[in-house]
């Protein structure tokens, strides 16, 4: 439940800041709006032509945690599709609420979304917030600019330093890019919040008000004084509804606006930078006369609902019906502990002990149940008429008990003779250790980082309780974020076992670890295909149930792996909690 509350909470804090980004549960807005600009502007100019990725490069591109449309992935495409993001998250995860929860709430941080600061009150609060949406696009415009070569294409010599999340290296990630595409994308991002953020005229050319977010998610917003609050019911995309649909072919438009300015072959600097400001105006300047007492122009978004949270109920106070059924509960808990207990004990062959326990087990219940009845109110009854006192018995001397058997009084398991040698021999020889030599066939799953392996080992027992094993494994890497895959790893490596074995049950327990090297099969951005590192893998605690014929099938329900194929420049390593099961012959 923490896992998907901390997700509706980052879901939240990052749709906060405008035009929704993909995510596991969110659409692809920004990503959509930003990619159909940049296609519409190529054609209208002629300019920003693709530019070709590096290996590297391409590597990056690939571990990016959505998907491209596949004429933007090219460098420059791929640069701004990738860098829209950074407004809302910095390089970090989409879902990792620690970092992007602060990030939403700092007051410096609203001008990157068109929102208000805290300082922007009514009335008139919506101008100042839209004065620092304004000059932060136009500082970013500017540093584009000066990203782009002396025939006025986006050089890619010239770079900017931009931190990604990459899904398979699962880490906030420098990366150095071209910059006219880095600081076009933040300017963009803004100006599309700047449809997200604001109720706007019927034409959606005007903003009538700012929205806000600061004081919102502090619990005090006062329309009437800070503004409306912000609405998830604008940040979405592909609801269909017609103001949404209007709002999104608005923004797409002052974008391609936007891109166009900038990449036109035949203007200089200074005169860009006065389109934009024009531009600017046109769509980010406040329609006057608007206010809370006419509800903002009539604005049809303040009859959008705002969706503020995932519904979900984490905690509270029981209920009636809860309280009463409690003891109950408790009662079959402790039942079904005593069942698992009774399969351990006939396991054991100890058929009494379990009957015991499972009485116990029975008994408890019946006291909770009891106990509950007696914590319920009685209903009163009616005084039954009053009876004299039975006659007073006539004591009679006790016969003393006859002494109970001396085998009753012993222990069912404890007190059982001990076994002869050649009972005990008899069952180890039913467990069946085959020849020294043997292979493993075992096959695992991880969710964490998400990742499968699959590997073929040879085993040589040195005695009962040790065992030696030189295993190879393909170990994909499936980064489920994106919906991708990769080859991921060959792991070679060695294997030690320690067994715990039972006396004559067939269930043994065992603690593996495992040292070698590990591989890298594909190209990761800053770790090229056939990088080389160490390999290590701990399970503590295991288990193999010998299944007769000298055949085991192996447990191993907490296997920590850790795969580090690249070790130079940006160490990557995979590190993987596996559940993992196989089957050994001999060994």
Known sequence: MKGLAGLAVTVWAAAAHGYTLQSPITAPCHEQITSEALRQARVQTGNAPPLTATRDEAALIDDIPFRLDPDMRDLGGATLVMAISD?????????????????????????????????????????????????????????????????????????????????????????????????????????????AHSFRTADQRQPTVVLNWVEQQEGHLDERRDGPGHSLALDGCESGNDLEALRRSVATQAATEMLVTTLDRGATPAEKLARIDALLATYLTLQPGCSFDNAWCGAPESQLSSALGCGCAIGGAPSTAETRDAPVRGGLLVLALAMLAVGGAVARRRVRSAAALLVAGIALLGGSTAAQAQSQPQPQRAREPSTPPPPQAVDVPATPASPAPASSAK?????????????????????????????????????????????????????????????????????????????????????????????????????????????????????????????????????????????????????????????????????????????????
């Open 87 to 195: 407004n809302d998250l910095k390089g970090y995860s989409s879902t990792d609420e620690q970092q992007l929860v602060p990030l939403t709430a700092d007051p410096t941080l609203q001008r990157e979304h068109c929102l208000r600061r805290d300082v922007d009150d009514e009335p008139g609060g919506s101008e100042p917030a839209l004065a620092e949406c304004r000059a932060f696009i136009r500082e970013r415009v500017a540093d584009a600019l000066a990203g782009l070569g002396s025939d006025g294409s986006p050089d890619a010599a010239v770079r900017t330093e931009l931190y990604v999340y990459l899904t398979i290296r699962g880490a906030r990630t420098s990366a150095q890019l071209p910059t006219y595409y880095v600081r076009m994308a933040q300017a963009m991002h803004a100006f599309e919040d700047g449809f």
């Open 411 to 587: 222990e069912p398991g404890r007190d059982t003779p001990p076994l002869s040698t050649q009972q005990i021999e008899q069952a180890r020889g039913k467990k069946r250790l085959g020849p020294r030599f043997g292979a493993q066939l075992t096959v695992a799953g991880a969710i964490d980082r998400a990742g499968a392996a699959a590997a073929l080992g040879l085993r040589f027992r040195l005695t009962e309780k040790w065992v030696l094993g030189l295993d190879g494994e393909l170990n994909p890497f499936l980064g489920l974020k994106a919906s991708t895959a990769r080859v991921g790893a060959f792991n070679a490596y060695v294997s030690v076992v320690r067994r715990y074995p039972m006396t004559w049950e067939r269930v043994n327990l065992r603690t593996t670890l495992q040292v070698g090297l590990s591989t890298l099969l594909f190209d990761l951005y800053g770790a090229p295909a056939g990088s080389v590192g160490p390999y290590v893998g701990l399970s503590v605690l295991g288990l193999d149930v010998d299944l007769g014929h000298a055949l085991r099938f192996v447990f191993d329900p907490a296997l920590i792996t850790v795969p580090v194929p690249h070790v130079s420049g940006q160490p990557f390593y995979y590190l993987q909690y596996r559940v993992s099961v196989g089957l050994s012959f001999g060994g």
